[in-house]
């Protein structure tokens, strides 16, 4: 009955924190031609919040957790230099691509995931040891699923006609917002 509690507790934690990362998942998918580079650079920012949740929960105690907010810049600032380069003449009409390699997204991932590390120090923080391991897999596992899920939303025909016209703006404007979401205190914050 415990690994149950903990593998629903766990799961639920990360769709509740974790909406964010699949909005921007879906719209990388579907600007950008390097869809491995991307599913790799997500798996690979959130192996690093699920490790630094772990190595954080032992010092819970002294974690300044109210700083977590300050992760919104990154997304801001990278929606901001999207927009400027896509004002740039340069740029033109349609050829303008998001940087989608492994360590931007990954980067992108850490920064849009600062309620999920709040809330993953706080569940490994009131867990017992032996659960660590199936927190960790279900973290694994639901983080495969948003990609799958990412993956099939980005190849949806209504969803590709929406980024067609506006991809180039949407993800800026989307990097924005939730690194605003994120920087300023809200209702659904783990930490107020």
Known sequence: MELITIISVAAASFVATGLDNLLILVGL?????????????????????????????????????QLLGYLGLIPIGLGLWHLVRLRRPE????????????????????????????????????????????????????????????????THERVVRVLERGGAYLIPVLLIVIGTYILLDSPTDVVG
């Open 29 to 65: 998918l579907g600007a950008s031609d390097e869809r491995k580079a991307v599913g790799s650079g997500y798996l690979t920012g959130i192996l690093l919040v699920a490790i630094a949740a772990a190595g954080l929960s032992l010092a819970t105690h002294r974690l300044p957790a």
């Open 91 to 154: 740029a033109g009409r349609g050829e303008t691509r998001l940087e989608t390699g492994v360590l931007p997204v990954a980067l992108l991932t850490v920064a849009a995931s600062g309620d999920s590390l709040a809330t993953f120090v706080a569940l490994f923080s009131d867990s017992a040891t032996r659960l660590a391991v199936p927190i960790l897999a279900t973290i694994a596992a639901c983080s495969l699923g948003w990609l799958a899920l990412a993956r099939f939303l980005s």
